[in-house]
C-alpha cells in the first residue's frame, strides 16, 4: 500500500502533492513503482494534528479521484480513502475508491459503518489510543499487545454485526498512534498474536518517529530502519504494508517473501 497525502502539512511527505496533477503523477509513480494499493489521504493524523473541515477533506481528495481510470476504473489498482468521515468515505466510494482506511475503526463517525455496507467496500480498522491532537502525551497500556488484540477482536464483531463481511475487513495495530516507542516495538515483536483474528493484518511503519528514535535518524534517513520494519512485519504475518517508499519496500516484500517460501523447502544434513 503506497501513501498518497493531499495535504499541506502531513509528516513526511506533506505538501508535495497537494495539487491533483502532482498527486495524479505521484499515484502513477507508486503503482509502477510495485504498489496493489494506493491510500489517498486528505487530512494528517501525524501527532499534534488540528483536524481539517469536512469541506476542506473533500476538497482535496474529490479532485484526485475524479481524474479517471487510474483512480478506480483500472482492476490493478484499488484506492482506498483514508478518512474517518462517513460523508468524505461516501463522495470518495462514490468516485472508485474501492476501501475505507479508518483510522478510528468506525467509532468517529456513526454514519461509517452503513456507507461502508451499502457501498461494498472494504474496511481497515485501526487501533489508536486517544486522539491524533493529544495521542503521544502520555500513552499507557497495562499489556499493550493484549490490549490492541481486545480491542481489535471487538471491532471485527461491530463491523460484522453491522452487516460487514469479516472477508473485507482488514486489521491494523496502529503503529504511532497513542504509542510510545516501547508501545511500536512490542506490537512489532508480538504481531503474530494477530493471525488469529482472522483478517489480514496490515503494518503501517513507514518513516515514522519511533524509527528515528531508536536509530537517531531524521524523517528522511528512515528508509532503512522502515526495511527492517517491514522485513519483521512480513516475516511474522502481515499482509499489507502501508509506505512511501514503494519501490524499496516492494523489494524488501518480494525479497523476505522468497525466504519464508524457503523454509518449507530445508532438508535435514
Ligand atoms: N499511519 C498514518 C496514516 N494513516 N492508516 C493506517 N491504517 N495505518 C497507519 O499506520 C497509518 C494510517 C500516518 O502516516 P502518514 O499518512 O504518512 O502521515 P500523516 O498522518 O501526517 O498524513
Known sequence: MGVLNVTPDSFSDGGRFSDPAAARDRARALIEAGADLVDLGG????????????????????????????????????????????????AALAAGARVVNDITALRG?????????????????????????????NPVYRDVVAEVHAFLAERIDHAITHGIPRERIAVDPGIGFGKTVTHNLALLAGLE???????????????????????????????????ATVAWAVMHGARIVRVHDVREMSDVV?????IASGRHGRTKS
Open 109 to 137: 463517525d456513526e454514519r461509517m459503518v452503513e456507507v461502508v455496507r451499502a457501498a461494498g467496500a472494504g474496511l481497515v480498522l485501526m487501533h489508536m489510543q486517544g486522539a491524533p491532537r493529544t495521542m503521544q502525551q
Open 254 to 258: 518480494r525479497m523476505t517473501e522468497r
Open 193 to 227: 498474536t494477530f493471525q488469529d483474528l482472522g483478517c489480514p493484518v496490515l503494518v503501517g511503519t513507514s518513516r515514522k518517529s519511533f524509527i528515528g528514535k531508536v536509530l537517531d535518524r531524521e524523517v528522511d534517513q528512515r528508509v532503512w530502519g522502515t526495511a
Open 43 to 90: 487530512e494528517s493524523t501525524r501527532p499534534g494534528a488540528a483536524p481539517v473541515s469536512v469541506e476542506e477533506e473533500l476538497r482535496r481528495v474529490l479532485p484526485v479521484l475524479e481524474q479517471g481510470p487510474m483512480f478506480g476504473g483500472s482492476d490493478s489498482v484499488t484506492i482506498s480513502i483514508d478518512t474517518s468521515r462517513a460523508t468524505v468515505a461516501e
